[in-house]
C-alpha cells in the first residue's frame, strides 16, 4: 500500500484548515464536528465527496484526490453504523444512474442486433422478388 508523506510545508498547510484536529507526516486527523457535517451532506444532501473537501478548503493536490471519497466510506461505516440499513441518497442516485445507462446500452444493442437482422431478412427478400 502506498501511503501519502507530507512534508512540513503540506503539514503546515493541511494543519491551519479550522477542519483539521492535527497533521502529521502520515496521517490527518479531522474534527468530529467535520466529519459529522460532511456525513450529514453525503449522505442526507447527497453532495459529491470531494465538492465537500473543496468547499471546507482542503487541497485535494495536497490529501490525494480519492480520500475524500475513501474518508466518506470510512466514516460512513465507524460512524454511523446505522445507515446501513438504508441506502444513502447519493448512494441511490448512482444506482440508478449505472443501472439505467447499463441497461439503456444493452437495449441499444438489442435493438441494433434486431434492425440488423430485420434489414437482412428484407434485403433477402428483395433479391428472391427480383429473380
Known amino acids: 500500500m502506498n501511503r501519502r508523506i507530507f512534508t512540513k510545508e503540506q503539514i503546515n498547510q493541511i494543519s491551519q484548515n479550522k477542519n483539521v484536529r492535527r497533521c ?33 478548503g482542503f487541497d485535494l493536490m495536497v490529501i490525494g484526490k480519492r480520500t475524500p471519497n475513501k474518508l466518506m466510506n470510512q466514516w460512513n ?11 444513502p441518497l447519493h448512494r441511490a442516485k448512482l444506482k440508478i444512474k449505472r443501472m439505467a445507462s447499463g441497461r439503456q446500452i444493452k437495449n441499444l ?12 431478412f428484407l434485403a433477402q427478400l428483395r433479391t428472391k422478388k427480383r429473380k
Open 24 to 56: 502529521s507526516v502520515k496521517s490527518v486527523m479531522y474534527a468530529q464536528s467535520f466529519k459529522l457535517n460532511a456525513l450529514k451532506k453525503y449522505n442526507d444532501e447527497g453532495m459529491n465527496a470531494v465538492r465537500i473537501f473543496e468547499e471546507a
Open 77 to 87: 461505516s465507524a460512524l454511523l453504523p446505522k445507515r446501513k440499513l438504508e441506502m
Open 109 to 120: 444493442k438489442a435493438k441494433i442486433d434486431y434492425l440488423e437482422a430485420e434489414n437482412d
